[in-house]
T-cell receptor, first 117, second 112 residues
């Protein structure tokens, strides 16, 4: 079974530029998560989708970050404009449903390492 | 919501040494508990999990027991290898079916 795919793996941009990350979850997984992992810290949730609806975006800086999952499969996370403090690894994860709810076990992709100069 | 506190690192051990990484949690009810591992330059991999009190999760020689009396889920391995060098994260759901809350991670370095 293929895992969670993410691209690109690395991205270097200058501040105030825009950037987009792509994620393809494990086939059949209804729930998709984007996490931000700053160096030396644990990941923190940015946004959670169930199918193509948003479940939790309370920690997403909506003035500069946006995410979509139009067909309930792939997802794109965008930052516009980027700031220095956005330098981090952006992790995508997915989980299946059980009994109509997301299971607690999440499967992570390799991440995209963003450097903002 | 739930929270987790993890032992700070870095931890440096010699090969074949015994490993313990402490993790304690605060939770409503009895959520599943997880250990994830992150090898250099890679994403998170699920190492092991336990879904109820007194459960023992195990994988690749690592073990952790869900202890509700002490609200702990300490990670142990009897004999570490150089290939175990990585960052280890303890985690639990913030609430059922939602985001995971992670500890700050413990970096393990195993020397030959």
């Amino acid at each position: 079974e293929a895992g969670v795919a993410q691209s690109p793996r690395y991205k270097i941009i200058e501040k105030r530029q825009s950037v987009a990350f792509w994620c393809n979850p494990i086939s059949g997984h209804a729930t998709l998560y984007w996490y931000q992992q700053i160096l030396g810290q644990g990941p923190k949730l940015l946004i959670q989708f169930q199918n193509n609806g948003v479940v939790d975006d309370s920690q997403l800086p909506k003035d500069r970050f946006s995410a979509e999952r139009l067909k309930g499969v792939d997802s794109t996370l965008k930052i516009q404009p980027a700031k220095l403090e956005d330098s981090a690894v952006y992790l995508c994860a997915s989980s299946p449903l059980s009994g109509g709810r997301s299971t607690d076990t999440q499967y992570f992709g390799p991440g995209t390492r963003l450097t903002v100069l | 919501g739930n929270s987790v506190t993890q032992m700070e690192g870095p931890v440096t051990l010699s090969e074949e040494a015994f490993l313990t990484i402490n993790c304690t949690y605060t939770a409503t009810g009895y959520p599943s508990l997880f250990w994830y591992v992150q090898y250099p330059g890679e994403g998170l991999q699920l190492l092991l999990k336990a879904t109820k009190a007194d459960d023992k999760g195990s994988n690749k020689g690592f073990e952790a027991t869900y202890r509700k009396e002490t609200t702990s889920f300490h990670l142990e391995k009897g004999s570490v290898q150089v290939s175990d060098s990585a960052v280890y994260f303890c985690a639990l759901p913030y609430n059922q079916g939602g985001k995971l809350i992670f500890g700050q991670g413990t970096e393990l370095s195993v020397k030959p």
